[in-house]
């Protein structure tokens, strides 16, 4: 099996799963009760935050566990935006039109509720700028939302820029960080912004697992509970903690970080690999997204006159896995609105795209069995009507 889909989901390390094991078969007592066997268990979970504010470089109080990073999205932007409304600062966004759903049915839906939003869309380049961003600022505007990289094509957004940009004018700043968080040696310390999420199985932990991190440092910041009751999560988050997972995803960023730089390396590598070997195929095509602000382990590229449903099937049936966008929309292999936001005028682009991303198992060989498959798929050697498998 060739797995080229880390931007959608990672495998979960062996390490991590024997973190959360232990966990569930001996610490299993309720973190909130007062004898022996639920004191271990929370003072394992404050080391566990502990350890996450370290390797975030933020403080212990500004962590907050979350279900993952819709939850964790949902709940920073409408907290900041409902309650700035309430104090009469204001209803405008601004946001990017490449932004996770996660991010967009919020917005979309806090435009039914009386706020206005403007959506950047990339530039000629491919670029989405602070200079966009200021453009559209209003006296009307209350807050600013980006993502850190994005998750179909790999464009990196200039978070910091914006996160002084944004102090600066007293606005609120959400960043959507979870696909840089693993991969990307950023000083979290450093960015002023309100707010950023991360998912723990984009890194190589369990799925149902995230954090939100919410930086109290400017006076009008303002987050809101999420859930009532017995008042876990310093009372923001009510219900009892999913502890093992919360182990688990810290073990996962440990080790992650642990290895960043060379996984990094490798990453850029494997860049470089894969489209030499596209090169000396017989196959046309082009890369997605911004051509100078990029990772090298989320790769979008135009497959001219492919179409990419048709290519992931017969990929399926060659044991090769990769994606045509966002996994995370529920699985549907509809056209990109990201690429429908960086092409408007090339519909064709839309949907003849394929990602292929990278994880810290991806070896040159996967690269070579993927690259084996195209070339069977453009000679005609997989065919989805009389395939055996089928
Ligand atoms: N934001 C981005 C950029 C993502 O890529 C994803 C998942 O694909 C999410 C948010 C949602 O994360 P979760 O699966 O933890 O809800």
Redesign the pocket.
Known sequence: MVYLDN??TTAVRPEVLKVIHDSLLNDYGNPSSTYRIGKKVRHSMIQARKQLAELLNVAESEVYFTS???EA?NWAIRSQAEKSKELGQGNHIVTTAIE?P?VTNVTKYLETQGFEVTYIQPNERGEITVQQFIDVTTNQTIGWIA?AVN?EVGSILPIFELGEEANERNLWFHV?S??AVGPMAYDYSQLKCTTFVG?A?KFNGPKGI?FLIYRSFQEHNHLGPLLYGGGQENKMRSGTENVPYILGMVKALELTFAEQEETFNKYEKLHHYLLDALNELDIEFEINGDMNNRVPYINNLWFNGNIASQMLIKMDLDDVYISAG?A?SAGSLTESDILKAYYPDQPERWSQSLRISFGYQTTREDIDQFIQSLKKISEGKIDLWHSKKL
């Open positions: 931007a959608a993952g990073a819709t999205n996770h996660s993502m998750n959507d979870v696909q998912s199985h995230g966002s995370c």
